[in-house]
């Protein structure tokens, strides 16, 4: 088990967004504020983390026919509780995600880590796996929503950050943000769908450079030593 692999590859190199090019559905249609992003990343990142371990820890007696379907089952559970969990103590945010919490059940993100990784990996590994994976999807929900909201409205931390009366953080959904220009001044179109893609695009096209930039550098570093060596 290599931790510090594991959380480059989530956050970096095998982020499940913008390199595996999963998730993209909810990532696009669900980023227009701060609060439903914080709320979408940490409600995958705990369904993915306890689905990995409940798989592993079973990967030995799950039937191969089957497996796919166990799958859903287990993921279909731990979807009910956080979706109930959010009615009970955050309904602000269940409101605002709507569907898009129970459509977690066939979330290729958490589909796919169950059978690429977990049915091959222990416990542990398949633990770290899920908090690093649900890191790196948190993290690109954030800089969408922070960039969509900034740009199309001038404003930051909508719906999480209420700055009324003091500095305060809100679980109600009714932050203010702060408002940064006057919205009058904003690009609409970014708050729309249309915008959802412009900037998940944009992302991808950022992630994909750095990426083949740092695999030119490193060939090129491998070829110099080996020069070096002859």
């Known amino acids: 088990m290599n931790i510090k692999k594991q959380f480059k590859e989530g956050l970096i190199t095998n982020n499940p967004v913008l390199v595996q090019l999963i998730g993209m559905c909810a990532t696009m249609a669900i980023t227009t504020t701060l609060f439903n992003g914080v709320g979408m990343g940490l409600s995958v990142l705990v369904i993915l983390t306890c689905c990995n371990v409940v798989v592993s820890a079973i990967r030995k007696i799950i039937p191969n026919e089957i497996r796919l379907a166990i799958f859903v089952v287990i993921i279909a559970g731990f979807v009910t509780i956080v979706d109930l969990l959010l009615q009970a103590y955050i309904p602000a945010l269940s409101d605002a995600l709507g569907v898009f919490i129970p459509l977690i059940v066939v979330n290729c993100i958490i589909i796919g880590r169950a059978e690429a990784f977990c049915q091959k990996n222990t416990v ?107």
């Open 124 to 230: 542990g590994a398949s633990f770290f796996d899920g908090i690093f994976q649900g890191l790196g999807y948190t993290l690109v929900l954030i800089v969408m929503c922070v960039f969509r909201e900034l740009v199309g409205s001038g404003r930051f931390g909508g719906g999480l950050i209420d700055i009324t009366n003091g500095f305060r953080i809100t679980m109600d959904g009714t932050g203010s943000g702060i408002q940064l220009f006057p919205s009058d001044y904003g690009a609409t179109i970014m708050t729309l769908p249309f915008g959802g893609f412009i900037t998940l695009g944009l992302l991808i096209a950022i992630m994909q450079y750095a990426l083949k930039k740092s695999a030119k550098k490193k060939e090129a570093q491998e070829m110099a030593d080996k020069e070096g060596e002859e």
